[in-house]
T-cell receptor
Framework: GENVEQHPSTLSVQEGDSAVIKCTYS??????FPWYKQELGKRPQLIID?????GEKKDQRIAVTLNKTAKHFSLHITETQPEDSAVYFC???????????FGQGTRLTINP | KAGVTQTPRYLIKTRGQQVTLSCSPI?????VSWYQQTPGQGLQFLFE???????NKGNFPGRFSGRQFSNSRSEMNVSTLELGDSALYLC?????????????FGSGTRLTVV
């Protein structure tokens, strides 16, 4: 079955700097890759997603890139702010199977 | 519109007991999925229901079961609770399920087994 590896497990950056979180997946049939943000004590919330027919997608300060050949995808957050502090999860899914396989999560801390 | 509602928010149970958790999806959403979240294992898929049918099941023992009602509300049941079942149980709903990946998660039920 699908396996998703996420790195790093913790990331600390200065406010205003960029943060990058990377994930790799094992099943080449996976074609949907969402990213979720989970603040302490709250539910995971979808922040951006990408499908396999697209190489990059941006939404304001957040961008996701996908390399299907290498089977990895990354989340980029620019101009980080204190409210970006949270745990971020990547996930992969195969079309037709309503099932997300999640990475282990990255705890991002933005230092003021 | 109202989000995904999970009840109860917190539960404390004793080892060996059973527990039932409830999830009401966003109005109009027909797919409900359940996940277990623990610090050690992360978010793991339990099962997914669509139109009262289980379409997908994760790698959990048979003690974990679920069902979906005609109004799309879903329940999951865990029998013979073990200490390792302590976790945050999250449900997520989406409109059609099969080709609609826009999961919305509920706030979860935190289950503590003592």
């Amino acid at each position: 079955g699908e396996n998703v590896e996420q790195h790093p497990s913790t990331l600390s950056v200065q406010e205003g700097d960029s943060a990058v979180i990377k994930c790799t997946y094992s099943d080449s049939a996976s074609n949907y890759f969402p990213w979720y943000k989970q603040e302490l004590g709250k539910r995971p919330q979808l922040i951006i997603d990408i499908r396999s027919n697209v190489g990059e997608k941006k939404d304001q300060r957040i961008a996701v890139t996908l390399n299907k050949t290498a089977k990895h995808f990354s989340l980029h957050i620019t101009e980080t702010q204190p409210e970006d502090s949270a745990v971020y999860f990547c996930a992969a899914s195969i079309e037709g199977a309503q099932k997300l396989v999640f990475g282990q999560g990255t705890r991002l801390t933005i230092n003021p | 519109k109202a989000g995904v509602t999970q009840t109860p928010r917190y539960l404390i149970k004793t080892r060996g007991q059973q527990v039932t958790l409830s999830c009401s999806p966003i109005s109009g959403h027909r797919s409900v999925s359940w996940y277990q979240q623990t610090p050690g294992q992360g978010l793991q898929f339990l099962f997914e229901y669509f139109s009262e049918t289980q379409r997908n099941k994760g790698n959990f023992p048979g003690r974990f079961s679920g069902r979906q009602f005609s109004n799309s509300r879903s329940e999951m049941n865990v029998s013979t609770l073990e200490l390792g079942d302590s976790a945050l149980y999250l449900c997520a709903s989406s409109l059609r399920g099969n080709r609609d990946y826009g999961y919305t998660f509920g706030s979860g039920t935190r289950l503590t087994v003592v």
